[in-house]
C-alpha cells in the first residue's frame, strides 16, 4: 500500500472494507440459516459460561478449552470405534449415521464433563477453601485455558502418536451435508437441521432442569445467597460441582455439533476462539439467563455472517464484538439481564 494510501482514510477504508449492502439483501435467507447453525453452537458454550457465573460469579475463561477437549474425546471415540480418518464420508446408511453421531456425542459430553468437574476440583476448589479474591480465580482460569491448549499441543503428541500437536487432525466426517428443503432460496441442510434442533433441544432440558427440579432450586438458592442455601441444608460444593458438570456436558455436546459443521476443526486451539464469542454470547444476552445464552448465541452467529458479507470476511470476529460492544452501551446487563443469581430464569 502506498503512502498516499496511508494518509488518505476514505482510500484506507474503501481498500479494506467492503460495503457489500446488496451482496446482503441477495444472500440474505441463506447468510440466516448458515448463521444460525454456528450461533446455535455458541449458544450451547455460552450456557456453560452462565452457569458457572451464575453460581460463581467466575468467568471461566478455561471453558472453551473444555469444548476442544470434547472434540478430541468424541475423536478418539469414533477412531476406537472403526473410523479411520481419512477425510472420506461415512456413507453406511441414515440409522447407523445417526448412532454413530449420538454415540460420538455422548463421548464428547462425558470428556468435557470430566474434565470440567476435574478443573473445578483442581483449579477452582483449593482457592474457595483458602478465601481467595474474585482477581486471583480469573487469572487462575486463564492459566488453565492456556494449560489444557498447551498439553494437547505439545504434551498429547508423545502418549498417543497422532494426537494434538500443531496440526489439525485429519476430518473424520460421519454427515455430508445435503439440501433437505428449500426456504425463500435458501438452502437448508441435513447438518445446519441437526445443529440447530439439537442445540435448542439440549437448551430447554437444561432450562427445565433448573426451573422445575430440586437440584435446579438448590442452583437458584446457591446463586442467589450461598450462605443460606448452605444453612438450609443445601451442599454448596455439590451444586457447584454439577453445575461444572452440566456445562462441561454441553460443551461436550456443542464440540460434536461442531465437528459435524467443520469437521476439519479439532486443533489444539479450536475451542479458543470460538469460547471467546460464546462468552461474548453470553454476556450480550445477559450472563446468568440461560434464555439469555440461547439468544445471545444465535444473535451472534447472525451478526457474524451479515458483516462477513457486507464489511469483507476478514470482520468476521470483529463484527461479533462489534454487536457486543453496541449492545452493552444501552443495555449493560445484556439483552435479557443476568436472572440466575435473582432466582428468575
Do not use: C
Not at 456425542?105 to 477452582?124: N, T
Request: positive net charge.
Amino acid at each position: 500500500m502506498s503512502v498516499t494510501a496511508l494518509a488518505d482514510p476514505v482510500l484506507l477504508a474503501s481498500g479494506t472494507i467492503d460495503f457489500n449492502i446488496s451482496g446482503v439483501f441477495d444472500q440474505f435467507w441463506q447468510l440466516t440459516v448458515d448463521g444460525l447453525s454456528y450461533g446455535a453452537i455458541y449458544a450451547l458454550v455460552a450456557v456453560g459460561y452462565t452457569l458457572v457465573y451464575g453460581v460463581l460469579r467466575l468467568i471461566n475463561f478455561a471453558h472453551s478449552e473444555i469444548f476442544m477437549l470434547g472434540m478430541f474425546g468424541q475423536y478418539v471415540g469414533l477412531e476406537l470405534l472403526g473410523f479411520t480418518a481419512s477425510g472420506n464420508t461415512y456413507t453406511e446408511g441414515t440409522v447407523m449415521t445417526i448412532v454413530y453421531i449420538l454415540v460420538a456425542m455422548i463421548i464428547g459430553m462425558l470428556v468435557s464433563g470430566g474434565a470440567a468437574v476435574g478443573l473445578e476440583r483442581v483449579a477452582y476448589r483449593p482457592l474457595r477453601k483458602r478465601g481467595a479474591r474474585p482477581l486471583i480465580f480469573l487469572i487462575t482460569a486463564i492459566g488453565m485455558s492456556f494449560v489444557l491448549q498447551e498439553f494437547v499441543h505439545y504434551v498429547l503428541p508423545k502418549i498417543v502418536h497422532g494426537l494434538g500437536g500443531t496440526n489439525p487432525q485429519q476430518p473424520i466426517k460421519l454427515v455430508q451435508p445435503k439440501e433437505v428443503f428449500s426456504l425463500f432460496g435458501a438452502s437448508v441442510t441435513n447438518v445446519a437441521i441437526v445443529i440447530v434442533l439439537a442445540a435448542i433441544a439440549l437448551a430447554a432440558v437444561t432450562e427445565i432442569m433448573i426451573n422445575r427440579t430440586k437440584f435446579g432450586r438448590a442452583i437458584r438458592a446457591v446463586a442467589q445467597d450461598p450462605d443460606t442455601a448452605t444453612l438450609m441444608g443445601v451442599s454448596r460444593e455439590r451444586v457447584i460441582m454439577l453445575t461444572f458438570l452440566i456445562g462441561g456436558l454441553l460443551a461436550g455436546a456443542a464440540a460434536t455439533l461442531y465437528t459435524l459443521k467443520v469437521p476439519q476443526g479439532i486443533v489444539f486451539n479450536g475451542g479458543f476462539i470460538l469460547g471467546v464469542k460464546a462468552f461474548s454470547a453470553a454476556v450480550l444476552g445477559g450472563i446468568g439467563n440461560l434464555r439469555g445464552a440461547l439468544l445471545g448465541g444465535l444473535i451472534l452467529g447472525l451478526a457474524e455472517d451479515y458483516g462477513q458479507i457486507l464489511f469483507g470476511t476478514q470482520w468476521r470476529d470483529v463484527v461479533a464484538f462489534v454487536v457486543l460492544v453496541a449492545v452493552l452501551m444501552f443495555r449493560p446487563t445484556g439483552i435479557l439481564g443476568e436472572s440466575l443469581g435473582k432466582a428468575r430464569v
